[in-house]
């Protein structure tokens, strides 16, 4: 059995690396300052862990991170259980993300694409459907990045083949992301 300490020192390696993904989590960044600012919005998808990831990163942006402002344009496409269970039920799970990309998504916003593994195939198919649409994606990763690094406008790939690091730096890089875009934004936005 793992001791605590040991969990913990898996963890600090892993978060340690991420440095050499800071070029990537850097430009993903950009890319959602720049969305907002011309109207965009940010579209997010994820299945089980993930799917909190997107809902938690949707929160911190529509309400806030650590400021008081206005409220900035983000949808976790997890959480509508009418739309995941109509279309699971009456056509499949693998197009419960795009079909909402479709009905959603335009050509200024960005999709962020979440899956440990990069495989999900509703995660690929809602990649896919968003840059039919002329979206940006950002790819959030691990392993080795699966087919979801290839597709993507930008992937960041965490360099770890375990579920829970993987998402524990997720969850650390999405809050970067939250942080660096209610500084650019803040003063356009105080309330």
Partial sequence: MKTFVTELEEHQVMISSLAEQSEA?????ALLIATLKQGGKILLCGNGGS???CQHIAAELVVRYEKKRHAMAAIALTTDSSILTAHANDFDFETVFSRQVEGLGNNNDCLIAISTSGTS????KATEAAKAKGMAVIGLTGNEGGELSQLATLAVVVPSKVTARIQEAHILIGHWWCGVIEEALSD???A
């Fill in 121 to 124: 195939k509703n995660i690929l």
């Fill in 51 to 53: 799917a909190a990831d």
């Fill in 25 to 29: 989590i850097e430009a993903a960044g």
């Fill in 188 to 190: 356009r936005s105080n």
